[in-house]
């Protein structure tokens, strides 16, 4: 039977690690996403996890830190961006070009006023 304190020492120590982990990962996905970084010194930096993880990881996060926010953000509002462009390619046409266009086919002769104010009324809704 395990003591208070042995579950204690597992769950702080479970903790840290998967902390640690979670560090690891996100120095070596900004290693790679970094584009001002040149090859040779993302070596050095992948070299230096491998032998010395934690020393290293926390030198990175020291000296590397505010940079590490500052691509993070592009990087999320590069997505951000990209996924409202998709949704809007999808979408189709807004409500005002849907209007617009209503208005040219009654301009022209093409639909009735009547068809119209329906356009007009589905493009609204």
Same mark, same amino acid.
């Given at each position: +039977?395990?003591?208070?304190?042995? !579950?204690?020492? &597992? *769950?702080?120590?479970?903790?840290?690690?998967? /902390?640690?982990?979670?560090?690891?990962?996100?120095?070596?996905?900004?290693?790679? $996403?970094?584009?001002?970084?040149? =090859? =040779?010194? @993302?070596?050095?930096? %992948?070299?230096?996890?491998?032998? %010395?993880? &934690?020393?290293?990881? %926390?030198?990175?996060? *020291?000296? $590397? =830190? @505010?940079? +590490?926010?500052?691509?993070?953000?592009?990087?999320?509002?590069?997505?951000?961006?990209?996924?409202? /462009?998709?949704?809007?390619?999808?979408? =189709?046409?807004?409500?005002?070009?849907? *209007?617009?266009?209503?208005?040219? %086919?009654?301009?022209?002769?093409?639909? !009735? /006023?009547?068809?119209?104010?329906?356009? @007009?009324? @589905?493009?609204?809704?």
């Amino acid at each position: +039977m395990t003591s208070f304190w042995d !579950t204690l020492y &597992l *769950i702080i120590s479970v903790f840290l690690f998967v /902390a640690y982990l979670i560090v690891l990962f996100h120095v070596v996905v900004d290693l790679f $996403r970094d584009a001002e970084l040149g =090859g =040779g010194y @993302k070596a050095l930096w %992948l070299i230096a996890l491998i032998f %010395l993880p &934690l020393l290293t990881a %926390l030198v990175y996060v *020291i000296a $590397r =830190g @505010k940079g +590490m926010a500052g691509r993070q953000r592009a990087a999320v509002q590069r997505a951000q961006s990209e996924t409202e /462009a998709y949704i809007r390619q999808v979408a =189709g046409k807004s409500p005002a070009e849907q *209007i617009a266009d209503a208005k040219a %086919l009654l301009d022209a002769g093409t639909i !009735t /006023a009547t068809e119209y104010e329906r356009l @007009k009324a @589905k493009a609204l809704a």
